[in-house]
């Protein structure tokens, strides 16, 4: 599927928060959004998903303008917002039962799905006997469930440790790849973008705009070139962009 955003402005009373923003995103791609903190990411994401409405611009899947409407994408927020008195199984069935199926239907559609996404035989079990992985796996099956298509991912691995994290990128391109999963996520982390990312949308300023798009090659899905020197220049050329919100915002 194809989802383009084109040329998206919001302002709050009367401050402008995002200008004349547009992304495109083609199947089976993943694409991140970098920028500081207060820049306008997030209601980048509630436009898209159809939470608010922007001033001006539009949303389109396939074509079809979206704009202003929900449950066409699906949304991950940075928090899991899982239900810790409820197993795995149901919590991933939630969207499922939300458009109408049965529970026993929905376990039929859903438990498929568990081997593919490393939950196979904590259908029982509850979030809190879990590890912090299984949690986001949780998170983004249920995602996942909600809408097959499209993914709206709000920093989804932000709570993992560094060792936990790159199994997870590998983890997520893998399932992405067999599941023609299409993705635009959120992250601070620079490193993460660069290996997870097709194309890496910078949004620097005040109101947030987009100043640089960058395309990456395919090997930078792999661990080898994240410790090349054409690494080390793509986070030197995104630094040098974002650092001047960084230092109005009195952030280091």
Not at 30 to 38: D, E, K, L, N, T
Not at 121 to 145: D, F, H, I, W
Not at 150 to 168: A, H
Request: net charge neutral.
């Amino acid at each position: 599927m194809y989802l383009q955003v084109k040329n998206v402005s919001k302002s709050y009373n009367n401050i402008d928060v995002l200008r004349n923003i547009s992304i495109d995103l083609k199947t089976n791609q993943i694409i991140s959004i970098i920028g500081s903190s207060g820049i306008g990411k997030t209601t980048l994401f509630n436009i898209i998903s159809g939470i608010e409405y922007p001033d001006s611009g539009n949303v389109f899947l396939d074509g079809e303008d979206i704009t202003g409407l929900t449950g066409k994408v699906g949304y991950m927020f940075q928090k899991d917002l899982l239900l810790y008195n409820k197993s795995i199984l149901d919590n991933v069935i939630l969207p499922l039962r939300i458009k109408g199926y049965s529970k026993s239907e929905a376990k039929k559609i859903a438990i498929p799905y568990f081997k593919q996404f490393g939950l196979n035989g904590c259908e029982n079990k509850y979030p809190k006997e879990v590890s912090g992985g299984m949690v986001q796996r949780t998170a983004l099956l249920r995602t996942y469930l909600f809408s097959k298509s499209i993914l709206l991912l709000d920093e989804p691995f932000s709570n993992l440790d560094s060792i936990s994290k790159l199994s997870m990128y590998e983890w997520y391109l893998d399932v992405s790849r067999k599941n023609i999963i299409s993705s635009i996520i959120i992250t601070h982390d620079i490193e993460e973008a660069i290996f997870l990312s097709d194309v890496i949308y910078i949004i620097s300023g005040r109101p947030g705009q987009i100043m640089k798009r960058i395309d990456l090659p395919l090997t930078s899905k792999t661990e080898q070139f994240m410790l090349t020197n054409d690494l080390v220049e793509i986070k030197r050329e995104i630094l040098s962009i974002i650092k001047n919100d960084n230092i109005c915002m009195g952030l280091n």
